[in-house]
């Protein structure tokens, strides 16, 4: 039986959505400011159309004005460029988020330049990516690793001193999630997939964020006993019994035994996502003038 405690990521987002009603309503009462969230989707990649639906549920239930823009996948590069821009232009729209993956003839990149960095929600535009990196206060940061430090502190509210290591580099969760480690006062390393004897730098942390993408890979052996383990990791894999499940990049139920406070998944992170999606719309919205 698992002796880590389970961190419950849907009733700590259930909760941060509550804060975000409450600060919605009262910018209605005080500003008469409703927060917009403008969501773009191009093309029908099944995932993201129930990502788009979720978040758009989620936006209403907040009390905000949710825009969906869903585009073909063959529509040209110059017309989602010209989206945005009407989209920055938009009073009514407080928050921009173009779901990615994007189809294969558009530039991620240029796309996301050209989200104006005030409502970029999603926090990738390189403007907020500098304002993460150099402390600076009010930066829109990257949903998945802001929800992940609102997991960690759940089970410990001051950060301050431990050591924590994050597995994965990626600019949408990796690195982000290391800023946000700094800024909360951890001695933080990166590991990846050329890191060498993984395993013993995993053992010396406190707090491990996996998001390397690859199914349990993170194995009991790994963790220091009592650490916190966040696993943004989520994959199918097919068990023993032939059947289809989600996993995540930490091979749950021998990292239980040994950590002190694990993410499950489904249940974990992903929950979070969203809640700090809200969150950063939120304060898009109490930023305009």
């Known amino acids: 039986m698992a002796r880590a ?3 419950d990521g849907k009733a700590i987002a259930e909760s941060v959505s509550r804060e975000v009603a409450d600060g919605v309503a009262a910018l209605k009462r005080e500003r008469g400011i409703t927060p917009g969230l ?5 093309g029908e990649d099944p995932a993201s159309q129930v990502y788009v639906r979720t978040k758009a549920k989620a936006t209403e239930a907040a009390g905000m004005r949710s825009f969906e823009h869903r585009l073909p996948a ?10 945005v821009a009407d989209l920055g232009r938009a009073n009514d729209v407080h928050g921009i988020l173009v779901q990615l993956p994007l189809p294969p003839h558009i530039d991620a990149r240029k796309v996301i330049e050209a989200i104006d960095p005030a409502k970029d929600v999603d926090g990738f535009h390189p ?5 993460l990196a150099s402390g600076t206060p009010g930066a829109l940061a990257p949903c998945t690793p802001t929800g992940c ?17 994050v597995i994965g580099r990626s600019n949408i969760v990796g690195k982000p999630a290391a800023q946000l480690l700094l800024a909360e006062n951890c001695t933080v390393t990166i590991a990846h997939s050329r890191t060498r004897d993984l395993a013993a730098v995993v053992r010396r942390a406190d707090l491990v964020v996996a998001a390397v993408g690859k199914a349990e890979m993170m194995r009991g052996s790994w963790i220091k006993p009592g650490a916190i383990v966040i696993d943004v990791g989520i994959q199918r894999a097919v068990g023993p019994d ?10 749950f139920a021998e990292v239980a035994e040994v950590a002190g406070a694990i993410t499950p998944v489904p249940g974990g992170v992903g929950p979070m996502t969203v809640a700090c ?7 898009a919205a109490r930023a305009a003038t």
């Open 5 to 7: 405690t389970i961190i």
């Open 242 to 251: 032939g059947k289809s499940r989600l996993v995540g990049d930490v091979a």
């Open 277 to 283: 999606l809200l969150r950063n719309t939120l304060q």
């Open 127 to 131: 403007i907020n990516v500098g304002r």
């Open 149 to 165: 430090i609102i997991l960690a502190k759940s089970v410990a509210p001051k950060l301050d001193g431990i050591e924590a290591v």
């Open 74 to 83: 063959d529509t040209p590069e110059a017309r989602l460029l010209e989206l």
């Open 38 to 42: 403008a969501v773009v989707l191009v």
